[in-house]
Structure formats: C-alpha cells, structure tokens
C-alpha cells in the first residue's frame, strides 16, 4: 500500500540534432544578428548554451600563443555557467576548448560590436565583463535567446518552434560523429578522463539522431 498514487509525468521531448547542410544555413543566416558568435560557439565546438550566457572575456584569449613550442591555439575557459552558484553542470564539465579560426572571427567581430553597443548605451551601461549581454550589459536570460535563436532559424527557413538554443551543442556531437572520430569528439565536448574512457558504446550512446538521418560527410567550415 502507497501513502499516495505516483504521478504519471509527461513524454520528454525528444533530442534531435541538426544535419551538416542545416547547419551551415543556420550560421549563414546568424551573420549579422547580434548573436551570430552564440551559435558559432554553439555549434562548432559544442558550449551548452547556459555557459554561454555566463562566458566573461576574462576567459576568452583570442590570440593563443602562436610563437611557443608546441603553439598554443585561442582558447575560451569554460568554468562558469548560469547555474546556481556559478557552477557548471559537473566538475568535470570545467574545461578550456580550442577555438577554430570561424569563432575567432565571429568573437572578434562580436567584440567590437559589443564596444560600440556599450558607447552608445551610456551611463545606463551595466559592466558584468559578459561576453553575451543585453543592450545595457545585462545577463542575457533564456527567453531573449530562445527568441533570437527563432528568429535565425526561421531566417534559415527551419521550424523555428522545433529547435531550442541546447540541440545546437546536440548538433556538434552528431555532426563531429559523423565527420571525425568519435574519440575526436569526445575531446571537443568533454575533458580527461571522461576523453578517455570515450568507447564506441559511449559514442552510441551520446550520438543524437540527425533530423532528417542522412548526413552528408565533410567537415565543417573552419
């Protein structure tokens, strides 16, 4: 006997993931938007999109160490996310990524935009050190980039309600898996020791169906 009837819950929903050609027409349609650096981060290497709303440029080097030896590539820091105390999903989900030459450009250029904003604003500025913030330098919530995300899909001609900003870093695995090996992927998404434990079942077990299935081979564009 139960002191009360368990609820029945709901359907989760499930995870999808974008294809290679939908990819590449969602970053071709977010050059522009004021978050084009977001889903650049998002889908080419994997950030989930709450330690994207607490990136600071404190944690973001975007000239590496080109002259050491071994050189060191631009990297962004992610330790941080929007969770409660700062913290990330899990320790291990503390990590620093190496960032290929497309988001370079798009932080670069997103820097810039981000310094003009922040004149324009004035004295209404609020400095957090954000990499991605509102129109004062406030913290952006998930709402405002649901919304924006919507907008660039439906620029991208794509069923904007069926996607949300986290199946962007879904995307990258899937992509990754598709193009590389899956220990590859395993680095970009995930530190030592969970890289190396990374097994062909885990990579089964992580790799999220294509929508639709068939993804043509290639890497993305750097």
């Not at 969602?26 to 290497?45: C, H, K, P, Q, R």
């Not at 209404?124 to 899909?153: C, M, N, Y």
């Not at 680095?187 to 890289?195: F, Q």
């Amino acid at each position: 006997m139960t002191l009360c009837d368990a609820p029945t819950g709901r359907q989760g929903r499930p995870s999808k993931a974008l294809t290679l050609a939908h990819a590449e027409a969602v970053l071709n349609a977010a050059e522009g938007a004021a978050l084009y650096a977001y889903v650049v981060l998002s889908l080419l290497v994997g950030a989930r999109t709450e330690e994207l709303r607490a990136l600071t440029w404190a944690h973001v080097d975007l000239v590496g160490k080109p002259d050491a030896e071994p050189a060191v590539s631009p990297t962004v820091m992610v330790w941080r996310s929007v969770r409660g105390g700062g913290e990330t999903k899990t320790s291990k989900s503390r990590r620093t990524l190496a960032l290929p030459a497309r988001c370079v450009d798009a932080l670069q250029t997103h820097h810039q935009r981000q310094e003009a904003t922040r004149k324009a604003a004035g004295s209404p500025w609020q400095e957090h050190g954000l990499v991605f913030a509102s129109r004062i330098g406030t913290p952006l919530d998930s709402h405002k980039v649901r919304r924006a995300l919507r907008r660039i899909l439906a620029k991208a001609e794509l069923p904007a309600a069926d996607w949300t900003p986290h199946e962007m870093r879904h995307s990258v695995v899937s992509l990754l898996s598709d193009t590389l090996r899956a220990r590859a992927s395993a680095w970009i998404v995930a530190p030592p020791p969970t890289a190396i434990r990374w097994s062909q079942e885990t990579a089964s077990t992580y790799r999220i169906r294509s929508v639709p299935s068939q993804v043509r081979s290639g890497p993305l564009s750097p």
